[in-house]
């Protein structure tokens, strides 16, 4: 049947084993294929474990596993931590930071012992009183399946643009494409078309991958505006 980001994405939110099959199913369908050695190999983890001196949720381990040697598919724009840059900061096992320090995620100590727990985010305020852990995904699993889609928006030029959405057009992604299953915790919304992969940025930035620059170039012309590579 192929790949289906619609129709395979609601049973990867449930169930990390389909998230994992989900992303090797993603990246192949937009030949970013994933091989063996791609993953960190378990002695990485094992040395970031007895570093911070704590063990890794079983979700953690297998994103690392999965795919934390490709930054094209977790770290174009954010940084997914490697794990020897891991740390444990206000409480919580903090594993993503946004490119401008504005915000961290992480796992809460208290949740480090399930197998695929909640994410929190932090935001880096002036206030250092007023930063609060606050909810981000259910499932640790379910923030690497935004993160793959995200970060896929930011890749290289000949294939990816963005763009400042002005007023009314966040409803016309809407009208016009077909929205993908994504609980957005972010505000964030997820778009496809035939060869097309769109985000919304919480409705303020267009970001957008296409599976080719002819595709790209006919995006651009019938989505027109001041693109950033165009």
Same mark, same amino acid.
């Given at each position: 049947?192929?790949?289906?980001?619609? @129709?395979?994405?609601?049973?990867?939110?449930?169930? $990390?084993?389909?998230?994992?099959?989900?992303?090797?199913?993603?990246?192949? +369908? #937009?030949?970013?294929?994933?091989?063996?050695?791609?993953?960190?190999?378990?002695?990485?983890?094992?040395?970031?474990?007895?570093?911070?001196?704590?063990?890794?949720?079983?979700?953690?381990?297998?994103?690392?596993?999965?795919?934390?040697?490709?930054?094209?598919?977790? +770290?174009?724009?954010?940084?997914?931590?490697?794990?020897?840059?891991?740390?444990?900061?206000?409480?919580?096992?903090?594993?993503?930071?946004?490119?401008?320090?504005?915000? %961290?995620?992480?796992?809460? $100590?208290?949740?480090?012992?399930?197998?695929?727990?909640?994410?929190?985010?932090?935001?880096?305020?002036?206030?250092?009183?007023?930063?609060? #852990?606050?909810? #981000?995904?259910?499932?640790? &699993?379910?923030?690497?399946?935004?993160?793959?889609?995200?970060? &896929?928006?930011?890749?290289?030029?000949?294939?990816?643009?963005?763009?400042?959405?002005?007023?009314?057009?966040?409803?016309?992604?809407?009208? $016009?494409?077909?929205?993908?299953?994504?609980?957005?915790? +972010?505000?964030?919304?997820?778009?496809?078309?035939?060869?097309?992969?769109?985000?919304?940025?919480?409705?303020? #930035?267009?970001?957008? @991958?296409? %599976?080719?620059?002819?595709?790209?170039?006919?995006?651009? $012309?019938?989505?027109?505006?001041?693109?950033?590579?165009?």
């Amino acid at each position: 049947m192929g790949f289906d980001i619609v @129709r395979d994405l609601p049973p990867a939110l449930h169930d $990390r084993a389909a998230a994992w099959t989900f992303i090797r199913e993603f990246a192949g +369908s #937009w030949g970013l294929s994933l091989g063996r050695e791609d993953g960190t190999p378990d002695g990485e983890l094992a040395e970031a474990e007895e570093r911070l001196g704590l063990r890794l949720p079983a979700a953690v381990r297998e994103a690392y596993a999965l795919f934390g040697r490709r930054p094209d598919l977790h +770290s174009n724009l954010d940084t997914l931590l490697s794990p020897g840059e891991l740390a444990v900061e206000h409480g919580a096992l903090v594993f993503r930071e946004e490119n401008q320090g504005a915000a %961290r995620w992480g796992v809460l $100590r208290d949740d480090l012992a399930a197998a695929d727990p909640p994410v929190h985010v932090r935001q880096d305020l002036a206030d250092k009183y007023a930063e609060l #852990w606050e909810p #981000w995904t259910d499932r640790f &699993s379910t923030a690497v399946l935004e993160i793959v889609m995200a970060e &896929s928006t930011q890749g290289p030029e000949e294939l990816c643009d963005g763009r400042d959405l002005g007023p009314g057009e966040d409803d016309e992604l809407a009208r $016009r494409f077909t929205l993908v299953p994504f609980p957005a915790e +972010s505000g964030q919304n997820f778009f496809t078309a035939p060869g097309l992969l769109m985000s919304d940025g919480g409705g303020a #930035w267009l970001s957008v @991958r296409a %599976r080719d620059p002819e595709t790209l170039d006919r995006f651009r $012309r019938t989505f027109p505006g001041d693109w950033v590579n165009a």
